[in-house]
């Protein structure tokens, strides 16, 4: 080994006088040259880019911002709107987050406990996820139709089977859904879940695969039950497995754009601000009334939201880890 | 969990029954959206405000309409221009910073990889606003470069291949670089074969997202002929003027390409997320 690397060094010295651990740097950078120039000035520069022109006002040109310090960020206490976007954000999140763990969570467990057409089910709960959230909403935003749509069409087929029955107290009139300003937050929400189920439960079964059988066994054999094995080996031992689905489910959720924007395109955000996200929200300011200075802050305080967010569910659940 | 105790038994056992059971309901509402949008599809303008399930009269006259009257084509078009060129490029770059990260010995290389990870906490909202002032003022606006750029090098890829060079033994190319190969060589004949199951599932993730993303395109593409797929039918309301048979022919011409990829190569996908939750 020493002596190769000497035959090498020989060899190049006389013609680029250079070492071989000089080279092995070149190399390096070379390597790196346009990566790094991606990373930073397309990705490290706008972002401090957007702290910048959170305490300017918007002009095309440079010269012509004029600096307004914090006024935007006190600007955002006072927003009505903003507030509801943060308020609904906060509202899908609690939603959606929970809602994959636990669904992702069974689906995987019943995956995992049979053996013929494991590989079908997985693929057909794991398709919606890599399908286009923009078409995929015309479907459902059709589906959820108050007059045309098939879910309705179904609860009054459901409704006149029980009345029949004479059990009217069991029909359910149809709904306005996306609509109604009550309902839509919720049907939206039903699609995020629907679509990225998938994803939550592939990660669980990779989870589940993980745990060695013979800790089911040797507890089986102290006779622990089902709900033993349970509460006290599947669940501890996926702990960072839960970690990492809910992490991730709440950084999107909090980021949560293509379905509200597309249930509800002519009246994005509605009824009545009703599903309206930061997300959303930071896009109108910014691309529609070209309030960029402004939509920069808000895109500032979803970072830090984020930020936050993030960290506090670390702190929470690493602690969490009981056998 | 109950894997772990199911005997490998001929029996349907009671409990394996309703397990059966729940998941085939799971998945008939989980495959519903898409039986829907295809049956829609191939209905008629008439049938499509009747509720029958089933059409009763079974046309294509909305996939004729979408492929031969409107700017889908271009869509598609524009849309697989983005994923390709996104997914060379996070292939070749990726794998390059990856191998250069574990394999070469540099002074940086920890900075380095830390300044790459810390862009995975800056959410893709806050990026958008720069970007645009930037593409306006370089004139990416309405270009494939504008509309790509952002999916180029991901530094989640970044951390993926890096993950996947680290589990290489050294001997293979301390032999190769005994030959006289230089470094591009092993990373290029040596390294990157040897990651072709990283590739695989790092290429259809590249592919699949730079296919599907919606924000950064829809405030990019000016023009109605620089649309991507998910641009353009989320604006196609406006010009079909919410002709749903027409809007649930041209989703399905969007999503069916997609499940045939995911049907092809399933089995990489699944293993590429199960990878990501492992190392996560």
């Given at each position: 080994?020493?002596?190769?690397?000497?035959?090498?060094?020989?060899?190049?010295?006389?013609?680029?006088?250079?070492?071989?651990?000089?080279?092995?740097?070149?190399?390096?950078?070379?390597?790196?040259?346009?990566?790094?120039?991606?990373?930073?000035?397309?990705?490290?520069?706008?972002?401090?880019?957007?702290?910048?022109?959170?305490?300017?006002?918007?002009?095309?040109?440079?010269?012509?911002?004029?600096?307004?310090?914090?006024?935007?960020?006190?600007?955002?206490?006072?927003?009505a709107r903003l507030q509801r976007a943060l308020q609904n954000t906060l509202l899908y999140t609690l939603i959606i987050v929970p809602s994959q763990l636990v669904l992702g969570m069974v689906i995987a467990l019943l995956l995992q406990s049979i053996r013929r057409f494991r590989s079908l089910f997985r693929a057909i709960y794991f398709a919606?996820?890599?399908?286009?959230?923009?078409?995929?909403?015309?479907?459902?935003?059709?589906?959820?139709?108050?007059?045309?749509?098939?879910?309705?069409?179904?609860?009054?087929?459901?409704?006149?089977?029980?009345?029949?029955?004479?059990l009217p107290w069991l029909a359910i009139d149809p709904q306005p859904f996306l609509t109604d300003p009550g309902q839509a937050l919720y049907a939206v929400a039903v699609v995020v879940v629907w679509q990225n189920l998938g994803f939550q439960v592939v990660i669980f079964l990779a989870g589940l695969q993980g745990i060695p059988r013979m800790?089911?066994?040797?507890?089986?054999?102290?006779?622990?039950?089902?709900?033993?094995?349970?509460?006290?080996?599947?669940?501890?031992?996926?702990?960072?497995?839960?970690?990492?689905?809910?992490?991730?489910?709440?950084?999107?959720?909090?980021?949560?754009?293509?379905?509200?924007?597309?249930?509800?395109?002519?009246?994005?955000?509605?009824?009545?601000?009703?599903?309206?996200?930061?997300?959303?929200?930071?896009?109108?300011?910014?691309?529609?009334?070209?309030?960029?200075?402004?939509?920069?802050?808000?895109?500032?305080?979803?970072?830090?939201?984020?930020?936050?967010?993030?960290?506090?569910?670390?702190?929470?659940?690493?602690?969490?880890v009981e056998y | 969990m109950f894997a772990g105790t199911a005997r490998r038994r001929w029996r349907l056992e009671p409990v394996t029954a309703i397990a059966y059971l729940l998941l085939l309901l799971g998945s008939a509402i989980m495959f519903f959206p898409f039986l829907w949008m295809m049956l829609s599809s191939l209905k008629d303008m008439?049938?499509?405000?009747?509720?029958?399930?089933?059409?009763?009269?079974?046309?294509?006259?909305?996939?004729?309409?979408?492929?031969?009257?409107?700017?889908?084509?271009?869509?598609?078009?524009?849309?697989?221009?983005?994923?390709?060129?996104?997914?060379?490029?996070?292939?070749?770059?990726?794998?390059?910073?990856?191998?250069?990260?574990?394999?070469?010995?540099?002074?940086?290389?920890?900075?380095?990889?830390?300044?790459?990870?810390?862009?995975?906490?800056?959410?893709?909202?806050?990026?958008?606003?720069?970007?645009?002032?930037?593409?306006?003022?370089?004139?990416?606006?309405?270009?494939?470069?504008?509309?790509?750029?952002?999916?180029?090098?991901?530094?989640?890829?970044?951390?993926?291949?890096?993950?996947?060079?680290?589990?290489?033994?050294?001997?293979?190319?301390?032999?190769?670089?005994?030959?006289?190969?230089?470094?591009?060589?092993?990373?290029?004949?040596?390294?990157?074969?040897?990651?072709?199951?990283?590739?695989?599932?790092?290429?259809?993730?590249?592919?699949?997202?730079?296919?599907?993303?919606?924000?950064?395109?829809?405030?990019?593409?000016?023009?109605?002929?620089?649309?991507?797929?998910?641009?353009?039918?989320?604006?196609?309301?406006?010009?079909?003027?919410?002709?749903?048979?027409?809007?649930?022919?041209?989703?399905?011409?969007?999503?069916?390409?997609?499940?045939?990829?995911?049907?092809?190569?399933?089995?990489?996908?699944?293993?590429?997320?199960?990878?990501?939750?492992?190392?996560?």
């Open positions: 080994m020493q002596s190769q690397i000497e035959q090498q060094g020989k060899r190049a010295a006389p013609r680029f006088r250079l070492t071989l651990a000089t080279r092995e740097i070149l190399w390096a950078y070379g390597f790196l040259l346009l990566p790094l120039a991606f990373f930073l000035f397309l990705r490290i520069w706008p972002a401090v880019q957007s702290l910048r022109l959170s305490l300017f006002t918007w002009h095309l040109d440079p010269a012509q911002r004029e600096f307004v310090g914090l006024d935007y960020y006190r600007a955002m206490l006072q927003d919606p996820y890599i399908t286009p959230a923009a078409a995929i909403a015309w479907v459902w935003g059709w589906m959820y139709s108050m007059n045309f749509g098939v879910i309705n069409n179904l609860l009054i087929d459901w409704s006149i089977f029980w009345e029949k029955l004479g800790f089911y066994e040797a507890a089986r054999i102290d006779g622990a039950n089902r709900w033993n094995l349970f509460r006290h080996i599947t669940l501890p031992l996926m702990n960072s497995v839960m970690v990492f689905s809910v992490v991730i489910s709440t950084i999107a959720s909090l980021q949560l754009f293509d379905q509200v924007v597309n249930l509800n395109f002519t009246d994005q955000g509605g009824p009545l601000n009703s599903t309206l996200t930061i997300a959303l929200y930071m896009y109108q300011e910014a691309f529609a009334r070209f309030r960029l200075g402004y939509a920069a802050a808000v895109t500032v305080l979803l970072f830090a939201l984020i930020m936050v967010v993030t960290l506090l569910q670390l702190r929470f659940f690493s602690r969490r | 008439r049938e499509i405000f009747g509720f029958n399930f089933w059409p009763k009269h079974f046309t294509l006259a909305n996939y004729r309409e979408v492929l031969f009257d409107s700017d889908f084509p271009r869509w598609f078009f524009n849309s697989l221009v983005v994923a390709l060129g996104t997914t060379a490029s996070v292939l070749f770059f990726c794998s390059l910073v990856g191998y250069t990260l574990t394999r070469l010995r540099f002074p940086g290389r920890e900075v380095v990889f830390i300044l790459i990870l810390s862009t995975l906490m800056i959410p893709t909202e806050m990026l958008v606003i720069p970007w645009f002032v930037m593409s306006t003022r370089y004139g990416w606006v309405n270009t494939f470069w504008g509309i790509g750029f952002p999916g180029l090098i991901p530094a989640f890829g970044v951390f993926l291949m890096r993950q996947f060079f680290e589990t290489l033994p050294r001997d293979v190319f301390d032999a190769a670089r005994v030959d006289g190969m230089n470094e591009f060589g092993l990373f290029w004949r040596i390294g990157m074969p040897l990651v072709r199951p990283a590739l695989a599932a790092l290429g259809i993730f590249a592919f699949i997202g730079n296919w599907n993303a919606f924000l950064w395109p829809l405030i990019i593409s000016k023009s109605a002929d620089m649309r991507t797929l998910p641009v353009g039918i989320a604006l196609f309301s406006g010009e079909a003027g919410t002709q749903w048979n027409l809007i649930m022919a041209a989703s399905a011409l969007a999503i069916i390409p997609i499940l045939i990829v995911f049907f092809i190569f399933q089995k990489q996908i699944i293993e590429g997320v199960a990878l990501t939750g492992s190392k996560g």
